[in-house]
């Protein structure tokens, strides 16, 4: 992965100061992160804004693909929202590749508060940007 050029990335980006600060991890055939949302990443009070919570789930399944070295875009993107997200709260997210078509990938994503509750879950098709 490119990090010097994603420096100011909103999701991971070290250079930002309004970024995410999401860190990546491989385990197995998931693509990893950990979240913590605090009260300036809230809608309603005491949950995660929803706007949030898909950029989490896009950037671990966009983010996977330029883990494995690609340069990679989303061509879709699709967010079910399952519960509420809670503030304060360890948010375990994870993406995982389910199949592709040539330089278009399918990815799924999830994310599970640590008693295992899935608070939202992500589906996008990304696109390679190779060349």
Request: hydrophobic share 35%; charged share 25%; with cysteine.
């Amino acid at each position: 992965m490119a990090e010097d050029a994603n420096r100011w990335c909103f999701a991971c980006g070290p250079d930002n100061p309004i970024s995410l600060k999401l860190k990546f991890r491989e385990e197995g055939d998931r693509y990893c992160s950990d979240f913590v949302g605090q009260e300036v990443h809230q809608s309603y009070d005491g949950i995660v804004h929803g706007g949030i919570i898909s950029t989490l789930l896009d950037e671990i399944m966009g983010g996977y693909m330029y883990y494995k070295g690609h340069k990679a875009v989303t061509a879709k993107l699709e967010v079910r929202y399952r519960k509420p997200t809670p503030i304060g709260q360890h948010l375990n997210i994870q993406g995982w590749i389910v199949g592709n078509r040539g330089s278009m990938y399918d990815l799924a994503s999830q994310i599970t508060l640590d008693d295992g509750t899935v608070t939202a879950e992500g589906k996008a098709k990304i696109a390679l940007i190779e060349g």
